[in-house]
């Protein structure tokens, strides 16, 4: 079975510092993942996946995340952090076997000004 | 086009009692699923439907019930409810399992007393 870790519950960076969100994963075949991001009493949003094409894969506001098979990791990033970027940010994980995606617990993003 | 709609957003309910919490979308996706969020543990999956017609348990089925009523209706249905069932609850879709996007809905938040 697939499972995902997110190193971290709660992320506080200042407004223009690097963001940096880690995610590990864990599956037995080749993966598809992904980043979801959830603003306050929201629905969740999708901000990227990975689904074996390049293993850089950018997405919405200038976040990036980059897939690492040695390391079973998709961490996520982002150049310069906005006030805006303050949310809760999930990993989550599929296998072409399983077809619901299983998640991580979630990383509160703060930005300080 | 308004994508996963839920209904109600907000509903408290007594210990033993129950309800039905709506899901419909409007993207010809076949694949339906109905999850739940609490603090500190993401996003957990209850039921998912591959497609109309069939439904499968996830990580949390006890306590529930699911119906896909046609392509564009899933309903979650608890019969007694517990206070350990008080959660947000999200519907979501995808064009079919895998390796797709999963589209959310605004969620539910239920308070069972």
């Known amino acids: 079975a697939q499972s995902v870790t997110q190193l971290g519950s709660h992320v506080s960076v200042s407004e223009g510092a690097l963001v940096l969100l880690r995610c590990n994963y864990s599956s037995s075949v080749p993966p598809y993942l992904f980043w979801y991001v959830q603003y306050p009493n929201q629905g969740l949003q999708l901000l990227l996946k990975y689904t074996s094409a390049a293993t850089l894969v950018k997405g919405i506001n200038d976040f990036e995340a980059e897939f690492k098979k040695s390391e079973t990791s998709f961490h996520l990033t982002k150049p310069s952090a906005h006030m805006s970027d303050a949310a809760e940010y999930f990993c989550a994980v599929s296998v072409p076997t399983r077809r619901a995606l299983t998640f991580g617990s979630g990383t509160r993003l703060q930005v300080q000004p | 086009n308004a994508g996963v709609t839920q209904t109600p957003k907000f509903q408290v309910l007594k210990t033993g009692q129950s309800m039905t919490l709506q899901c419909a979308q409007d993207m010809n996706h076949n694949s339906m699923y109905w999850y739940r969020q609490d603090p500190g543990m993401g996003l957990r999956l209850i039921y998912y439907?591959?497609?109309?017609?069939?439904?499968d348990k996830g990580e949390v089925p006890n306590g529930y019930n699911v119906s896909r009523l046609n392509k564009r209706e899933f309903s979650l249905r608890l019969e007694s409810a517990a206070p350990s069932q008080t959660s947000v609850y999200f519907c979501a879709s995808s064009v079919e399992g895998g390796g797709t996007e999963a589209f959310f809905g605004q969620g539910t938040r239920l308070t069972v007393v």
């Open positions: 439907s591959a497609s109309e017609g069939t439904t």
